[in-house]
């Protein structure tokens, strides 16, 4: 079975950069009938916290991911531990005594010599004397993978043929001095006993896949199929993050905004496919494909936002909102609906329309439109009122006055909604009522 997963590290509040690859996986494995793993980067404890990982799960359930398997790495020590003890009884993982200072010295001198600044594996030469020496004056050591130093080649589900030559990497650090555990070992690790598939993350992490490679391989573990899709940056091509003002998945959810829209713009930003409003997660799957996502950068203009949240509001059906709508206060309210939903950004503007529905209103009325009014409020036909009703009405009051255009709508409409803008008429004033109608008028 399909299996795929969203790594976030619950250290800040998720923000629609993180939605990208969140619902990538989460769209890819709705299409193969698969599972989504949410699991969460939490083993530093000092950064890590209790609050962010469960606003995230609240923020993917809003946008309409359900995790099929939820996991915290905190919780799983014990398989970072056995797979470090292997690795060191292979000789591949191996302990270095250099100082941040010292490394830095290192490398400023490489790139002096015009050598690549990649780490020499002097700790290999060192001997348990040199060892114990560091030990002595109190350092601990760091602990590196030691690479085959190869070209690897994989097939990437975007960029197509890839290729990573690790001999040109430095040995990565896997253990911190304090035995804290880095990103690598934990995700490698879970990924193997998780088993997943497919590992689709940013392309950021295009130059870490040949050394996870090789740390799967050395695990025994089967190396999964990789997709390194663009990354999702503000309209000027900066990097989105919460310092630089990105807005979390929380603050888009308070300004008003629909799941559907923030979902459609953290996915097809940056592909082949146009950002066009879709009903849900299912029809969002069906459009999206990793071959469509392109390799330049994808750039997220909120402006763009606003345009398709409006959109989508255009389309929604009642049923879609009912429940939302009475949650406001606002019951049977099916017709004010479908008459105002095109003439709203974000669902509560429609508050403002139900206001101006069920009054009370003052109407707009000039001195020179008052007699107008008052043979229009004669001529107001019987109810019921349908959608042909607005077309009688101002049919007739055409005939009798010779008023026409402008000069016969924007009075009525003035002294009706207050407004000199809003839906059609012809879809309101059913659902305004005649005596609503006649007190406004009058």
Known sequence: MTRVRFAPSPTGFLHIGNLRPAL???????KQGGEFVLRFDDTDPERSRTEYAEAAKQDLSWIG???HLVRYQSERTALYDAAR???????RLYPCYETAEELDRRRKRARALGKPPIYDRAALNLSDAERAAFEAEGRKPHWRFK???RAITFTDLVRGESHVNTATQSDPVLIREDGSYLYTLPSVVDDIDMGITHVIRGEDHVTNTGAQIELIEALGGTVPVFAHHNLLSDAEGHGLSKRH????????RGAGYEAMAVAIMAVLTGTSEAVAPHADLDALAEVFDLS????APARFDPSELDALNARLLHTTPYAAVQNRLEVMGISDA???WLAARENISKLSDIEDWHRIVTGPVEPVIADEDRGFLNEARDLLPPEPWDGDTWKAWTGTLKDQTGRKGRGL?????????GRPDGPELRSLLPVLGRKACLDRLS
């Open 24 to 30: 990538i996986n989460w769209l890819f494995a709705l």
């Open 147 to 149: 690479l085959d130093g």
């Open 65 to 67: 991911i359900e995790p």
């Open 85 to 91: 003890g292997r690795l060191i009884d292979m000789g």
């Open 292 to 295: 469509k996502v392109s390799r």
């Open 334 to 336: 099916e017709a004010l």
């Open 245 to 252: 003002g990105a807005l979390s998945l929380g603050d888009l």
């Open 409 to 417: 709508f924007l009075p009525l409409r003035l002294a009706l909604t």
